[in-house]
């Protein structure tokens, strides 16, 4: 029988009665033939449809059942296919061979490996092209061991039809590693039919990408040398925007777009932040994605719209919209003093803001040299909470604060302090709480804040991210709004409720939930301790206290008095020994005869652990707490005659996070005589109500409140504080800012205020991305000085990367990461991407990359005892610069900058150290604080020598910008006078007036001198 020709006809699916006579007469071999030759003219049906429709299922199963059930007719291409005519011309080409005629495409996923196959089968219309499934091949086989027996029939069958009817088929396998990864029995079946390819009249297109090629092919040289590579690369750009423009024609959307500029973005933003994936697919699905937005919203197929598609699928930012107008202002507002480092920065921002960087690098790269913590500041006489591992101290003054230091992040857990940075003198603001919290800080000062409607969408259950404002630009919008008939004042700004600071547990002499009972019902001014509570509520207060000292309590003198027996005396009939008030209250003796209006929570059991405050609280309210109310209204509050009682009970709660607010009354006892009573009421929902009791009755109501209450369409919430008013100050203080190390940047001061801290590095994650929380990403590479680290710091670095490609990347003191580890940021640096652990291409293209350094130390050094400045403007740095880039090179040992980095680095930016006067004028301010603070606790006057800041700045001072600058000092003065002064009061505290006084000559003075014999005396005046 001679080879038929193919048969051609028109495009419809239709057939004539001629055409079917004539298809009866043939044989059935030559009716599967010309039927799949049919198939390939029928634009829309399925092939297996057609197939089954011109011959019996059966006898398809009888003549070719593998061939028939493992491949099927190769589908015609979905879209155009262009651009690859030179590798369609190479696989006729390899097609054609005499002998060896199979090919191997290999290419990134997504390149079109099928495309190009469906762009050969229009061309060579000679052949028949059948794709092969590796996955149903395997499926059939079942399991390992029979797939080579599989793969041999499959084959066999596939020779037979080509010998009967003398037609060559084309077998078009994709994901051809999964055949060969299977069994070594499998690749051993396959060699001999790709070794006969030519003679046996089958021709074979396996295809694969580079990675599979390399893991499953690529080791067998014998299976590799039988197959033609042919290697497909992405198609260029041109190519690809004629693939998107037929793409637009097909779904309609060609008239959205008026020139190609649309197509030549998804091109190269695809490039550029997809470097994972391979073109054309990656353009095709970010096109794919617009067209079903604008069929859907009916939006512009514009930029915009790509925006939008990019951030949706990619995390991707393209919509740059910072006002390039206004960087160095903005930066300026919220960074103090760095007027030259803001520059710098600004000036590298321009390029981003106008597209005009490098594309094949990260946005921008910047060194920080000097101070990185510049900016937003307390008043330095604040207090703020702090952690020791053993309890002891739990206070210190925010100017105080040093780095190791432990505060409290928003949730009650220590973070570290990273830096501390002196501010000077400083207007200053104080905001006030609507429960009575105060707080003072600067006008720059940043704060979290949700304004009332995020307040209420947030308490509604959806997601709200949360603004972040300094003092000054809440002082501009005003805290509070009136409405048109209303002469209420509704706040406008609400910020975090604090959690439950987390100290650690205290050995206390006296169990916190008794001591809280003795506080609210104890007859402290009796010689024996004694108990007040009625029957109900003493099997429950009382009993628990006389568990606690392993006593019966027994009633006296009458049934509302309870006393606690040691034992039975040894005479017959003699009174019982009785626990005596000054025996149990040893430990808090200010307790001891204490009047009701005189009780106070002892210091130290105010800062216990959680557990232990909360029992605290509970015996206080089981006592004198109460619970109640009118309308389903359950309210808490603590009444008590003492108001520094009042005051402790408010410190204690704010610590656990309990906000509340005071209120006092006067109360007309017999005799006419009156009395302040004060009550604390506190503000938490129903569910929390419950934690103020454990006497079972007040517990009860508090559980019913619970019950009662449920399904309530309006639930208050007490998870936030509104800010009630802002006022300014009428004198300067001295402040500083800290930068800790908490991915919110915010800790707790003052009143157990969830503030703010700053850095230029978290500004400039805001002013880019327009929040500096999830967009600053930090690195101590500290943590990555072994070699040993350098895969966990890869790892980390593409996860965080992949997971948000547009962030400011923070690598802290990147001098102390190893040679390893820093061979990972040239490539960030250089190229823009990195691999993962998946070998997956990351890309950094769209990230700003900051580097922190204390290389260089020396030149700062010099700056700052020659050409300090307090404003950062930069003058005298500019003169520095080449020496400061020369330093930073040039440095050795455990502080050795990488060289090799600067040159890959945009710029360098410099923090300038605070000038001497700067600093004499934060220790003349410490130096005041601590006059004032003995004259109010100790009634002692003190007359200070005018040398004691000259000894203490430039003598004692130490003027080495490691040192710390103004902190040093501060600490001098700490060490040397107020340890001095508190010596003398302890040993002579009947003074009035003492005298602080420098004795021995200065060098400061004396410049012959070499070293001073100076040393600081206190003496009294007489």
């Given at each position: 029988m001679s080879n038929p020709r193919p048969v051609h006809g028109s495009k419809g699916p239709g057939l004539n009665s001629g055409a079917f006579r004539a298809l009866h007469s043939m044989s059935y071999r030559m009716r599967f033939m010309i039927g799949f030759r049919l198939i390939f003219q029928l634009n829309h049906q399925s092939s297996r449809e057609v197939l089954r429709g011109m011959f019996h299922e059966a006898q398809l199963d009888e003549h070719y059942p593998l061939l028939s059930k493992l491949s099927e007719p190769l589908k015609k291409a979905e879209r155009d296919i262009v651009g690859r005519e030179h590798e369609t011309m190479q696989l006729l080409a390899s097609m054609s061979r005499p002998e060896l005629c199979n090919a191997l495409l290999l290419a990134e996923a997504g390149s079109g490996k099928t495309a190009l196959v469906q762009a050969t089968m229009l061309v060579d219309k000679d052949r028949l092209y059948l794709e092969v499934d590796p996955a149903r091949m395997i499926s059939e086989a079942g399991n390992a061991g029979n797939m080579a027996a599989k793969l041999k029939g499959f084959f066999d069958e596939a020779e037979d039809f080509v010998k009967d009817e003398k037609h060559?088929?084309?077998?078009?396998?994709?994901?051809?590693?999964?055949i060969i990864q299977l069994s070594d029995a499998a690749v051993e079946a396959i060699k001999p039919v790709l070794a006969a390819s030519g003679t046996r009249g089958i021709r074979i297109i396996a295809a694969t990408t580079y990675e599979e090629f390399h893991k499953h092919i690529s080791p067998n040289q014998p299976l590799v040398e039988r197959l033609q590579r042919i290697n497909l690369n992405p198609p260029d750009q041109a190519t690809t925007i004629k693939?998107?423009?037929?793409?637009?024609?097909?779904?309609?959307?060609?008239?959205?777009?008026?020139?190609?500029?649309?197509?030549?973005?998804?091109?190269?933003?695809?490039q550029r932040y997809m470097p994972a994936s391979a073109q054309p697919r990656k353009s095709i699905l970010v096109l794919d994605s617009m067209v079903g937005w604008?069929?859907?919203?009916?939006?512009?197929?514009?930029?915009?719209?790509?925006?939008?598609?990019?951030?949706?699928?990619?995390?991707?930012?393209?919509?740059?919209?910072?006002?390039?107008?206004?960087?160095?202002?903005?930066?300026?507002?919220?960074?103090?003093?760095?007027?030259?480092?803001?520059?710098?920065?600004?000036?590298?921002?321009?390029?981003?803001?106008?597209?005009?960087?490098?594309?094949?690098?990260?946005?921008?790269?910047?060194?920080?040299?000097?101070?990185?913590?510049?900016?937003?500041?307390?008043?330095?006489?604040?207090?703020v909470p702090v952690y020791s591992s053993d309890g002891e101290i739990t206070w210190k003054l925010h100017g105080d604060l040093v780095p190791g230091d432990r505060v409290f992040g928003r949730q009650g857990?220590?973070?570290?302090?990273?830096?501390?940075?002196?501010?000077?003198?400083?207007d200053v603001y104080r905001v006030t709480?609507?429960?009575?919290?105060?707080?003072?800080?600067?006008?720059?000062?940043l704060w979290t804040?949700?304004?009332?409607?995020?307040?209420?969408?947030?308490?509604?259950?959806?997601?709200?991210?949360?603004?972040?404002?300094?003092?000054?630009?809440?002082?501009?919008?005003?805290?509070?709004?009136?409405?048109?008939?209303?002469?209420?004042?509704?706040?406008?700004?609400?910020?975090?409720?604090?959690?439950?600071?987390?100290?650690?547990?205290?050995?206390?002499?006296?169990?916190?939930?008794?001591?809280?009972?003795?506080?609210?019902?104890?007859?402290?001014?009796?010689?024996?301790l004694t108990v007040s509570s009625d029957g109900d509520d003493a099997d429950h207060t009382v009993w628990t206290v006389g568990e606690w000292l392993g006593s019966a309590p027994k009633s006296y003198g009458h049934n509302y008095s309870w006393v606690f027996p040691v034992g039975v005396g040894p005479v017959e009939d003699r009174r019982d020994s009785l626990y005596q008030t000054k025996d149990v209250l040893a430990s808090v003796p200010d307790l001891i005869g204490a009047r009701s209006a005189e009780r106070r929570i002892p210091e130290r059991y105010k800062h216990g652990s959680v557990q232990q405050r909360w029992a605290l609280v509970q015996g206080l309210f089981d006592t004198d707490g109460s619970i109640g109310g009118s309308n389903d209204r359950f309210n808490v509050s603590y009444s008590t005659f003492s108001k520094g009682l009042t005051e402790d009970l408010r410190e204690v709660l704010f610590s656990l996070g309990v906000s509340n607010t005071i209120t006092s009354w006067i109360r007309t006892k017999e005799g006419g005589r009156e009395l302040a009573e004060y009550g604390v009421h506190v503000k938490v929902g129903n569910e929390d109500k419950a934690r103020f009791f454990s006497l079972p009755r007040k517990h009860e109501i508090a559980r019913r409140a619970v019950i009662e209450t449920s399904g309530r369409k309006r639930v208050k919430k007490f998870d936030m504080v509104g800010i009630a008013s802002i006022e300014k100050l009428p004198e300067q203080q001295s402040s500083s800012c800290i930068y800790v190390n908490d991915e919110e940047h915010l800790y707790q001061a003052g009143q157990f205020v969830v503030t703010h801290n700053t850095e230029l590095t978290k500004q400039l994650a805001r002013l880019l991305f327009g929040d500096d929380q999830r967009h600053l990403i930090r690195f101590d590479m500290t943590e990555y000085a072994e070699d040993s680290s350098f895969a966990a710091f890869r790892s980390e670095l593409t996860k965080r990367v992949w997971d948000l490609s547009h962030a400011v990347l923070l690598f802290d003191e990147v001098e102390k990461a190893s040679a390893t580890v820093t061979r990972v940021l040239l490539q960030v640096l250089d190229d823009g991407r990195l691999n993962d652990d998946n070998n997956r291409e990351v890309s950094f293209l769209n990230t700003y990359i900051v580097l922190t350094t204390n290389a260089g130390s020396?030149?700062?050094?010099?700056?700052?005892?020659?050409?300090?400045?307090?404003?950062?403007?930069?003058?005298?740095?500019?003169?520095?610069?080449?020496?400061?880039?020369?330093?930073?090179?040039?440095?050795?040992?455990?502080?050795?900058?990488?060289?090799?980095?600067?040159?890959?680095i945009d710029a360098i930016v410099p923090f300038q150290p605070l000038s001497l006067s700067t600093q004499q004028k934060i220790v003349r301010k410490k130096l005041r604080q601590m006059v004032q603070e003995v004259f109010v606790k100790h009634n002692v006057r003190i007359d200070v020598d005018t040398r004691v800041l000259q000894y203490l700045i430039e003598d004692k001072g130490d003027?080495?910008?490691?040192?710390?600058?103004?902190?040093a000092a501060v600490a001098k003065l700490t060490d040397e006078v107020t340890t001095a002064v508190a010596t003398f009061l302890n040993e002579r505290p009947s003074e009035r007036r003492i005298r602080i006084d420098v004795v021995g000559d200065l060098v400061s003075d004396d410049k012959n001198l070499l070293s001073s014999d100076a040393y600081v005396e206190v003496s009294a005046v007489r």
């Open positions: 060559e088929l084309v077998l078009f396998i994709d994901e051809f590693h999964q693939i998107l423009q037929g793409m637009a024609e097909r779904y309609g959307v060609a008239d959205e777009f008026y020139d190609d500029h649309i197509f030549r973005q998804i091109y190269e933003y695809t604008h069929r859907l919203t009916h939006r512009p197929m514009d930029r915009d719209l790509l925006s939008d598609v990019l951030m949706e699928s990619l995390n991707v930012n393209v919509a740059f919209r910072v006002d390039g107008a206004k960087i160095k202002q903005q930066l300026d507002a919220k960074v103090f003093s760095q007027d030259w480092a803001t520059g710098a920065v600004a000036r590298h921002l321009q390029l981003s803001v106008a597209d005009l960087n490098d594309k094949g690098k990260p946005m921008a790269s910047l060194l920080f040299t000097g101070s990185t913590g510049t900016g937003k500041f307390c008043i330095d006489s604040t207090q857990r220590p973070v570290e302090v990273l830096g501390h940075f002196p501010q000077g003198m400083q709480l609507w429960d009575g919290r105060t707080l003072d800080v600067g006008g720059p000062h804040v949700y304004t009332a409607k995020q307040r209420s969408k947030k308490h509604a259950g959806k997601d709200v991210t949360p603004m972040v404002l300094s003092t000054q630009e809440m002082v501009e919008r005003g805290v509070v709004r009136t409405y048109p008939g209303d002469s209420r004042e509704h706040l406008k700004f609400f910020i975090p409720a604090n959690g439950p600071v987390h100290w650690p547990e205290r050995d206390f002499d006296v169990d916190p939930y008794v001591l809280g009972v003795l506080i609210g019902n104890g007859c402290l001014t009796e010689t024996q020396e030149i700062y050094k010099d700056i700052s005892q020659y050409a300090a400045d307090d404003t950062g403007s930069g003058k005298q740095l500019m003169e520095y610069e080449k020496l400061i880039r020369r330093s930073i090179s040039s440095t050795t040992g455990d502080n050795r900058f990488p060289p090799e980095l600067l040159g890959r003027t080495d910008s490691d040192a710390g600058g103004a902190r």
